[in-house]
Nanobody, 126 residues
C-alpha cells in the first residue's frame, strides 16, 4: 500500500503564504501522478493541483492558478504545494493523493486517484 502524510497546514492571514508537504511511502512507480485536493466545510472535495512524478507536468484549478505551485522532490518522496496570496475562500482541509495508474498528464478527477492522505487543515483569516 501507498501511505501519504500531509503537513504544513495552519492558520494564515489573508494575503499570506504557506507550504504544504506530502510525504509518500510504498510508491513503486515514479510515473504515477500526485494530486492535491481540498474540501471546505459542507462542500465536496475539489481538485486543486496535480503533478506527474517523473514527467514534471502540472495542472491547476482555475481558482488557484498563479497563486499555488505544486512541485516535487523525488529524492525525498515528497510533493509540495506552495500557496501565496491566500484568501479566506482557500480555507479547507487539503489532501494529497496518488493516481491509480501511470499517466503523463496529471488528472483532476477524484476517481483517478486511489490513495489519500489524512489531510491538513488550512485556515485563512481576513
Amino acid at each position: 500500500q501507498v501511505q501519504l502524510v500531509e503537513s504544513g497546514g495552519g492558520l494564515v492571514q489573508a494575503g499570506g503564504s504557506a507550504r504544504l508537504s506530502c510525504a509518500a511511502s510504498g510508491r513503486r512507480f515514479s510515473t504515477y501522478p500526485m494530486g492535491w485536493f481540498r474540501q471546505a466545510p459542507g462542500k465536496e472535495r475539489k481538485f486543486v493541483a496535480a503533478i506527474s512524478w517523473s514527467g514534471s507536468s502540472t495542472y491547476y484549478s482555475d481558482s488557484v492558478k498563479d497563486r499555488f505551485t505544486v512541485s516535487r522532490d523525488n529524492a525525498k518522496n515528497t510533493v509540495y504545494l506552495q500557496m501565496i496570496s491566500l484568501k479566506p475562500e482557500d480555507t479547507a482541509v487539503y489532501y494529497c493523493a496518488v493516481g491509480n495508474r501511470p499517466m503523463v498528464v496529471p488528472p483532476s478527477s477524484i476517481a483517478e486517484y486511489d490513495y489519500w492522505g489524512q489531510g491538513t487543515q488550512v485556515t485563512v483569516s481576513s
